[in-house]
């Protein structure tokens, strides 16, 4: 079995093969990431996958990937005993298909976008945010993103990605990653953005 190391330890990969050089952009990308934001991962899963398009009825490749709750009854456990897995379409990999994934020496976008659903559901990081940042909740909720699934949890995944992918001189003033900041999961999780006032 292969494993991808993070700052939580290894984490397996299982599916599809990819090369060694995305096995370490996915590494990379772990590495990018405070541990205790990896501790409620189970696994990665690289799968093949393809879907409807809504308009044409045909079956188009898909480039994204999904978070899914391991066990039944996730929601009742506390908060690093839940187990979630992530699963990455291979298509994501493809510079054609998801160029942000594929920049030289860079983070792979979708998986820290994955990050972003685990984190929130193993923290309650949008709910609490909802109930003590209204303003940072009206910002999520009306940021644009552009993937399939709509709502305002893909705006947290998206500000929790941006937040890792991008330099801190990008970040610095974005007034979500101001907000994701304030909420439960960063309260104790080691940052690299230091430069962000919270």
Known sequence: MTMLHSRAGAIPLEGLPITAEQQERLSHTLRCVPADHLRSLQRIVIRDRQVRDERS?????????????????????????????????????????????????????TLLHELGHLVDWSYGALSWIMRNDPEGFRLLARQPHTGITQGTQERFADAYADLYFHRPERTRDDPRIRCILQSPPFRTAWTPHTEIAV
């Open 57 to 109: 009825g045909e079956m188009r490749e898909y480039a994204g990937g999904s978070t899914n709750a391991a066990q039944r009854g996730w929601r009742d456990l506390s908060p690093h005993q839940r187990r979630f897995w992530i699963m990455l379409d291979i298509d994501s990999f493809d510079p054609r298909q998801r160029p942000i994934n594929n920049r030289p020496g860079g983070k792979h976008y």
